[in-house]
């Protein structure tokens, strides 16, 4: 059974630091590319991070970067995501999803072949 299992998330001041963390079973980590998306009350999910199967290569969203880190570790079977210098309008459900597929699906959530349930990140002005 395939699961991708989000950890980390939390209340946070502006200006903080949080790391997400996803854990993966069932699947050869290795083989996907992995993406973070989040769902901000009230709004429709987005795109975050993306980051090749190899970790070789990375991508953000606008809003994000600079103060996200996208990274990964496949002989733990994780990803993670780094976020400092948050801010308010950051307070979303945060999902890890993966995809064995091409890389630029990794952008788009319906394309995902597996997604986890999500973590809650709460940042306070």
């Known amino acids: 059974q395939v699961q991708l299992v989000e950890s980390g998330g939390g209340s946070v001041q502006a200006g903080g630091s949080l790391r997400l963390s996803c854990a993966a079973s069932g699947i050869t980590f290795s083989t996907y590319n992995m993406g973070w998306f989040r769902q901000a009350p009230g709004k429709e999910r987005e795109f975050v991070a993306v980051i090749r199967r190899s970790g070789g290569s990375t991508d953000y969203a606008g809003s994000v970067k600079g103060r996200f880190t996208i990274s990964r570790d496949n002989a733990k079977n994780r990803v993670y995501l780094q976020m400092n210098s948050l801010k308010p309008e950051d307070t979303a459900v945060y999902y890890c999803?993966?995809?064995?597929?091409?890389?630029?699906?990794?952008?788009?959530?319906?394309?995902?072949?597996?997604r986890g349930k999500g973590t809650l990140v709460t940042v306070s002005s």
């Open positions: 999803a993966g995809t064995s597929t091409y890389y630029l699906n990794t952008y788009y959530w319906g394309a995902m072949d597996y």
